[in-house]
């Protein structure tokens, strides 16, 4: 290695200009990145941790912040290194996407919609390295193989809605290293991403940094990747730094208390074993006296039996039907009462679909629903309604689902006046209570949606969703967004309302870790049917299907001595759902592999 490293950040502080006056977003940050090596920063929203990598690349300043102090040094290789913080813009145009390439979070809005893959890939190369045009499209090819993009050559013309999220996140990489930068930065570049893709990115990511020596800064708040991917690791918190070292130092003992409790906070998959019922989670700081197993009732509150959706695809002038989305096909399982069935699989398998099929809020084709023995699919639009006072969900994003003009307290009390069950002071009494159930203080009740954190908001969902005391509530991917020591409060809540109240959920996840924490059952989805779905912890200590197997090998998990090789990832491309008028599917079959597990074996195109 170097003794100089190639970037190195010295008591940063950057401000932020706002009505009330300067906001420092973070103060006397210093740390350094060498050759070679992956460099992971953690911390949750807010920490800052965004900030400082923005500063080196001096975007910072395009989103209303200052570099108020402090140097970044960069080595571009020829000599003496750089302040980037006093470069001129001349420079630093020359330094970003050439010497140091920048993934972002979401890669819909890193590729320009207007423009093909291949025109976007060659700009960089024409400007930076002075390559024709035939050159440069020869390279963007080269370089779309490296990220083991298939049919190259095709995608080179495609438009970037034409590519599924995957592969549009493996153009933002190809992009970013199209140039051999000597730093990459990557901001959390797979929190949207499935478990099979992320591990392919992080896969790719290490192998195109072994091949090439480029030096890695890997943003995330998710620890599974960092043990996964980091060679050091910086934890920041409130615009701090508090604690650096290597990723075996941190894991195993950590020093400052903030990054015990974001360990502490991490579910890792493999700790629910021998256990046969779901507990909470243990949080550092936290008095929960007795942690108890809930163990739910073998009662029967919901029975699904071979559902069917599909949406249709239109076409042609008259805009008439011409294939349809299989999205849910023959899909039958049971949730008993108290307990939680998570629906899990990657994007696109129909979990979504099959949740909000349950509820009517997407009409299903064919199959029976019964709630309590009712006929949920027979019922007209009044006794939905009054139905659906037991049957609630939960959404995977808070802030659409709330509505901003309406303070937190009349949105938690608005399903109780839909259907008349409480009114004046008893109202106000029942919100409150509400507040205080999901462990958020009353001062809050008048507050609007945008003054609160994620982590609130998604409570506020919870509380509205407990207002009518339903039976079950369908939880779509209710933690995903969160943060991973506010997702770890959010589950042990929605636990506790568990025992406390006797709740059901079906709770639809593609983070098997958090399945494998709040499940009695599972069911794994893939391109619509269920595959494999019996008791969580003979589908976790026994998967039978080759999907589930391929799923629970790519899981990351928070132990730097647990690292996935990328021999160890198989995955097929997922098959199209989309089919014409004149096909036939098969039923779903099943054998018993032990008592309460089935397996599918219809060919499920696996």
């Not at 990747?225 to 934890?235: G, H």
């Not at 009044?382 to 006072?389: I, M, N, Q, S, V």
């Not at 509205?464 to 589950?491: F, T, Y």
Request: glycine residues 8%; hydrophobic residues 40%; charged residues 25%.
């Amino acid at each position: 290695m170097l003794d100089q490293p190639i970037a190195q950040i010295k008591g940063l502080r950057v401000e932020f200009q706002t009505k009330d006056g300067p906001v420092v977003g973070v103060e006397n940050v210093s740390f350094e990145v060498q050759a070679g090596e992956t460099l992971c920063i953690v911390g949750e929203s807010g920490s800052g941790k965004s900030v400082s990598s923005l500063s080196l690349m001096r975007l910072v300043e395009y989103g209303g912040g200052a570099i108020a102090g402090g140097e970044l040094l960069f080595d571009a290789g020829d000599g003496a290194p750089v302040d980037l913080a006093k470069a001129e813009s001349d420079l630093m145009r020359q330094i970003r996407g050439n010497q140091i390439g920048m993934i972002f979070q979401e890669p819909m809005t890193a590729l320009n919609p207007v423009f093909t893959v291949g025109r976007q890939l060659t700009e960089g190369l024409r400007i930076h390295k002075g390559l024709t045009k035939k050159e440069a499209a020869a390279r963007a090819i080269e370089i779309l193989r490296e990220v083991r993009i298939p049919e190259a050559e095709r995608r080179m013309t495609q438009y970037p809605h034409e590519l599924s999220g995957g592969m549009r996140q493996r153009v933002v990489i190809a992009m970013a290293m199209a140039c051999e930068p000597r730093l990459l930065i990557a901001d959390e570049p797979t929190t949207a991403l499935d478990v099979t893709i992320q591990a392919e990115i992080l896969a790719l990511m290490d192998r195109l940094k072994r091949e090439t020596g480029t030096a890695v800064m890997f943003i995330t708040h998710d620890m599974a990747v960092v043990a996964q991917m980091a060679d050091r690791v910086v934890v920041m918190y409130r615009g701090n730094k508090v604690e650096e070292g290597t990723v075996h130092e941190i894991f195993e003992a950590p020093k400052h208390d903030y990054t015990k409790a974001l360990l502490a906070a991490v579910p890792k998959l493999g700790e629910m074993r021998g256990k046969d019922y779901p507990e909470p989670m243990k949080l550092l700081g936290v008095d929960q006296g007795e942690i108890k197993p809930i163990v739910g009732s073998d009662k029967v509150l919901l029975d699904v039996e071979h559902l069917v959706t599909r949406f249709p695809v239109k076409g042609g002038v008259l805009r008439r039907t011409v294939a349809q989305v299989h999205a849910v096909e023959d899909v039958s399982f049971k949730v008993y009462k108290g307990q939680t069935l998570s629906l899990v699989g990657e994007s696109g398998c129909g979990k979504s679909t099959c949740g909000r099929s349950i509820l009517r809020l997407v009409e299903p084709n064919e199959g029976s629903i019964r709630f309590e023995g009712r006929d949920i699919r027979a019922l007209n639009q009044r006794d939905l309604h009054k139905a659906r006072l037991d049957m609630q969900m939960i959404f995977q994003d808070p802030f659409a689902s709330l509505n901003p003009q309406m303070q937190l307290q009349d949105q938690v009390a608005e399903p109780m006046k839909n259907y008349g069950i409480a009114s004046g002071s008893e109202l106000q009494d029942r919100v409150a209570a509400l507040f205080d159930r999901v462990h958020l203080p009353r001062s809050f009740m008048r507050r609007f949606p945008h003054e609160m954190s994620g982590g609130q908001r998604q409570r506020i969902a919870i509380a509205r969703a407990l207002a009518l005391n339903p039976k079950l509530i369908v939880a779509d991917e209710a933690v995903s967004a969160l943060d991973v020591s506010v997702q770890a409060q959010v589950l042990n809540l929605m636990m506790e309302l568990q025992a406390d109240l006797g709740l059901s959920f079906l709770f639809i996840s593609h983070d098997m870790a958090v399945v494998e924490r709040v499940s009695h059952q599972v069911g794994v989805m893939y391109l619509g049917r269920l595959v494999e779905i019996g008791p969580r912890a003979r589908v976790f200590e026994n998967p039978a299907h080759a999907y589930t197997q391929a799923l629970m090998k790519a899981v990351p998990i928070a132990d730097p001595k647990q690292r996935k090789s990328e021999k160890d990832l198989n995955f097929k491309p997922i098959p199209s759902p989309i089919h014409d008028l004149s096909y036939q599917p098969e039923p779903s079959q099943y054998i018993e592999v032990e008592p309460g597990h089935f397996v599918l074996t219809t060919d499920s195109g696996y």
